[in-house]
């Protein structure tokens, strides 16, 4: 349940950052999702292990800390990345050169 609570409070958080743009939104909220079911993805028998719950449960508190105040590396990352795309598509020689190779096709 911690887990769930911890991913919930990870996304709100994140979301409150992103100030509504529905594009980010998504790609934010799939990474994380990405990230917290990868442990379900393992070929080895990790649910056998009694500390797993608990250690993830502590682990996923850490990183609310770094959510809530907007400086987990993830998120940081995610930022990053998506303005140097807004930039990319902004710029006039890309788009005159889309426009060029469209216009080739």
Known sequence: MRLKHGYRNISRSCKQFLMGDKLLEQVVILTLKDHFFRP??????????????????????????????????????????????????????????AANTDARI
């Open 40 to 97: 379900m993805h393992y070929a080895s028998p990790i649910e056998n292990s009694f500390y797993l719950g608990r250690a993830l449960a502590d682990l996923t508190d850490r990183h609310y800390a770094l959510f809530a105040n907007n400086q987990h590396p993830m998120q940081l990352d995610i930022y990053e990345s998506y303005n140097k795309m807004l930039r990319v598509n902004a710029d006039e020689g890309h788009v005159q050169r």
